[in-house]
């Protein structure tokens, strides 16, 4: 049920997808299971990562590595203080 729902939640937009706490409560109501909210928390963690490289949506990765010379370049912030 669990990975079903995380499936159909990949065509959702991103405030009408499921949360941790959704699904648990879903699992308790509709399906009388008998598991913890970690229980849930910690499947949904390992299984979303799985679920979205089958599916061909994994998240790109924006970071830029930069390697500076050292004395070529500085930074500086202006600003007024009182003192």
């Avoid at 598991?35 to 790109?60: C, F, H, N, T």
């Amino acid at each position: 049920m669990i990975d079903e729902t995380l499936r159909s939640d990949l065509d959702a937009p991103r405030k009408q997808r499921h949360t941790v706490t959704r699904i648990f409560h879903r699992l308790l109501e509709e399906h009388a299971a008998e598991v913890s909210y970690q229980m849930v928390r910690r499947y949904i963690a390992d299984r979303k990562p799985e679920i979205l490289a089958a599916s061909g949506k994994v998240p790109v990765e924006a970071f830029v590595p930069q390697t500076h010379q050292p004395a070529v370049e500085a930074e500086v912030d202006f600003g007024d203080v009182k003192v």
